[in-house]
C-alpha cells in the first residue's frame, strides 16, 4: 500500500449475488433461514424476494477493504448496520451490489475508510466503517 491520504478513494468493487451464491453462503454459514431462498415465504414475510445474507453483504464489502490494504491482517476493526434488504432475483443475473470506500482520517498509523453499499441505486449499509493499519 502507497501513502494513505484522507480522501483517498477505494473502488468501485461491483459484486454479482447470484440464488447460486446464497445456497453455498446458507452451507457454509448454516444460515438456512428460508428467507434465503424459497421466494415465496420471502414474499409472504413483506420482503420483495429472496434476499442477500447481512453477513454476506457485510463481507463482500469487508472484501473491498481488505483488497486494498492488501493483508486481512491489516483491518483492526469493522462494522455495519443493514439498512436495507439485497433482493435477488431468480433470473440468472443475480443482484449487483457496488462498493465504494473513502478514507476520512488517517491517525497514528491507522486510516478509518468509510464504506458505501448499494443495490439498484440504494444504500444497503449503514455506518460501514474500518479501521486500517497503515504504514
Known sequence: MTTVTKGDELGPLEVTVTR?????????????????????????????????????????????????AGDPGKVLEYGVRFTRPVPVPDDGSGATVTFTGKVSEVSEGVAKVLITAKCQGQTVLGKAVAKVAVD
Open 20 to 68: 447460486e451464491n446464497l445456497v453455498r453462503y446458507a452451507g457454509a454459514s448454516l444460515d438456512f433461514n428460508p428467507i434465503h431462498w424459497n421466494e415465496r415465504f420471502a414474499k409472504e414475510v413483506g420482503l420483495p424476494d429472496v434476499i442477500a445474507h447481512g453477513m454476506l453483504t457485510m463481507a463482500l464489502a469487508g472484501r473491498l477493504v481488505t483488497d486494498w
